[in-house]
């Protein structure tokens, strides 16, 4: 009778659970798992305007095929293996160099690094542009008046300039927000666990990896997860600075896909490489939850 | 009660929520309404992107490019709004719900807006993107619009051609239309003393030997020459055209069923253009795009532009004045002193949106657009260019410098931007030029890369 009566209350809480997560499982499905399923699906069809034909994996092979397709993985994976790390360790290096500092420098260094985030990305691009820019930008003017250059450069035009254009702004638009985990992070490792290492004769760097790197593990695995994903969807970056040029040397998938879908009315062919993007984050997030993961522990 | 309280609650939030999400089309920035019966008429269709008509009001939607020129400091739209309000005083029983778009992002709200079954009933552009929505059997046939007493008005095949999809059809009504042209700094010139490599009398036509000696004046005077721009997309077609333009080459066939680009006058103009880079004659535009091309001229930064047209030369003339540069408006130059140009034209199309009220009173607004006694005439001049209509006559009466574009309509070239897969032809252009000015490909390889892309590109498109 007891039992039976738990578990009433048991259920009814559950339902209230259920009626709670209702509204956002609602939005979730329609606007993100109904989507999700219709990419995949019409991943299999010569879909365009005129109308939709099965054509099975073509898109796929066609994909595989496409050489454009082929440089734009290579971009996009040049820039998460040179974003990820650096944004990492960037953002490990300004944390530990502020988070002991006086409140009012801390919130300054906040500020200064989650200025380029809060920001639209289209204000910071139109910055970049200027910077960039090969007649009048402030970096050519810059480095010509230090004699580094002689000529100017265009960093955005010229293939061997203009996919580091791109990953420098990805850093600076990507480093605020693991700059204020960081921050946070390390405020919260045990004092007495540092003091106590220290009274043992450890020196700053035993202090750091052996009692602080791994307080900041789960911290950093979500900032490598999120990065990572972000820099796998670069996007506005490159269709407001440089549209994949020049002959597509900062194309990346995103971008690629959206010019089949939005160019060339090819929706079928955008959504397969949508499918085959989604797969290789899964799959690169995966590895790094094994990596990572593991060694969470408090 | 504490359970019934958080039902409450939890249902109070998602009908809020699903309100919020709702109405989209009300919230939106860029919607003006027209008039204040627009409005209200606007509110019994809940965001749906395409009212319906109902009882005795047809309530259509026009998307309008930013292509009429605004009074001094009045935001997009302000004009478009004025000619809803005099539309709608004449025929009371339809309401225009106007909605500016812009041509960045204009383009992807179309095409999303089409797969949502949420697009406009009228929009006004140009052939290039509306003959593929007609080619993809979004459009609806304005056959009926092109009388025979119309047609002889406006006695311009090629114009007329370009207002037809493949099935022979009219799917685009046209308003103005106008040559694109290039244009040079008269103060760059003359400080470089090149003023005699140009040609300021009549059609000011000139040879692609006068052009090389201009820019060796301008380039030794230390001006800088225009940029070859090959990003983004937009204003491809000056440069495609000043490429044809130097050694007679052709973009397609006279047919416009094939593209010719590969020709010899197209690779020798490439490869004349890589070594006037590599000269610094011209600047690389691997980093601009066509508006940024025509900044760079407007700012006196470049003594010349390759991207002109009369209704750029409209919206800049504020700028140039502040500049103090006088730009003179040129055609190409062309080898044998003959240019073969490309031309806009304005115009308007009719959605299918499966309702005949709303295509039947999207026609009559085009109608009084285009041909209205006092709107059609002033419309064509907010434009900045030529009516299409030879009956409206000349309405830039005593401007010099408007008789010279009219007159360049003479030297309009083929139309081809009509042709199947054109979209996806212009995909492959800058990177080609992209190609060609960063030494990836020689010219001839990298034209011949690009002409077998795009005559496939009309195979993907059958």
Known sequence: MKHSKINKIRMRETLVSYAFLAPALFFFCIFVLLPMIMGVVTSFFRYNMKGMTFIGLDNYINMFKDEVWQKSLVNTLILVVGSVPITVLFALFVAAMTYEKNPFTRSFFRCVFFLPVVTGTVAVTVVWKWIY???????????????????????????????????????????????????????????????????????????????????????????????????FQC????????????????????????????????????NAMGVVLALIIGLISFVQFKALGSDVEY | MKKILSLGLTAALLVTTLAGCGGGEQSSSETTAASAGTSAAAESNDGAGAPASSGDTVEITWWAFPTFA??????????????????????????????????????????????????????????????????????????DMFTDEYIKDVDNEALLNSCKSDDGSYYMYPISTAAFCMAVSRQALEAADAMDCINTEGDRTWTTAQFEEM???????????????????????????????????????????????????????????KEWVDAGYMLNGSAYNGGEDVDQ???????????????????????????????????????????????????????????????????????????????????VVRTSVFPVRQTMGDLYSG????????????????????????????????PMLQAVLNGDSTPEDAVNDFVSKANQSIANAQ
Do not use: H
């Open chain 1, 235 to 270: 996007f506005s970056l490159i269709q407001l600075l440089t549209s994949g040029g020049p002959n597509y040397r900062t194309t990346t998938i995103m971008y690629y896909l959206y010019e089949n879908a939005f160019k060339r009315f090819e929706y079928g062919y955008a």
């Open chain 2, 399 to 430: 401007d010099a410098e408007m008789q010279f574009y009219a007159n360049l309509t003479k030297y309009y070239s083929p139309y081809y931007n009509t042709i199947k897969g054109f979209a996806e032809m212009r995909t492959y252009w800058f």
């Open chain 2, 70 to 143: 605004q009074d001094a400091d009045q935001p997009a739209g302000t004009y478009e709004a004025e000619i809803v309000a005099a539309f709608e005083t004449k025929n009371p029983d339809i309401k225009v719900k106007l909605e500016t778009i812009d041509f960045t992002s204009g383009p992807e709200k179309i095409t999303a807006a089409i797969e949502a079954g949420t697009v406009c009933d009228v929009l006004f552009d140009a052939p290039g993107r509306i003959i593929s929505y007609a080619q993809n059997g979004k459009l609806v046939k304005l056959d």
């Open chain 2, 297 to 379: 001229f407007v700012a006196g930064n470049t003594a010349f532009t390759t991207l002109w047209s009369p209704g750029l030369a409209s919206q800049r003339a504020e700028t140039l004045k502040e500049n103090e540069i006088e730009a003179i408006a040129l055609p190409f130059p062309s080898e044998d002193g003959t240019p073969e140009l490309e031309y806009l034209v304005n115009g308007f199309c009719v959605f299918d949106n499966g309702d005949a009220a709303r295509a039947e009173a999207s026609k009559k607004f085009i109608d009084f657009l285009c041909n209205d006694e006092e709107w059609g005439p002033k419309n």
């Open chain 1, 133 to 231: 820019d090969p007649l009048n930008g402030i970096l050519n003017w810059l480095l010509k008046s230090m004699n580094i250059i002689e000529k100017n450069i265009m960093w955005t035009g010229d293939k061997k300039f203009a996919l580091w254009a791109i990953l420098i702004i990805l850093i600076t638009t990507s480093v605020g927000q693991p700059v204020i985990l960081y921050i946070a992070s390390l405020g919260n490792v045990p004092k007495d666990y540092v003091e106590a290492a220290q009274v043992d004769g450890a020196n700053d760097f035993q202090v750091f990896w052996q009692i602080k790197w791994p307080s900041l593990l789960p911290t950093t695995l979500y900032i490598v997860v999120i990065t990572t994903i972000n820099s």
């Open chain 2, 215 to 273: 820019l060796k004046k301008l380039s030794d005077a230390g001006f800088n020459g225009a940029t070859v721009y090959c990003s983004g997309q937009g204003g491809d077609q000056g440069i495609r055209a000043f490429v044809t333009n130097l050694y007679d080459s052709q973009v397609t066939n006279d047919e416009v069923t094939e593209y010719t680009l590969n020709d010899e006058g197209g690779i020798k103009a490439l490869t004349k253009i």
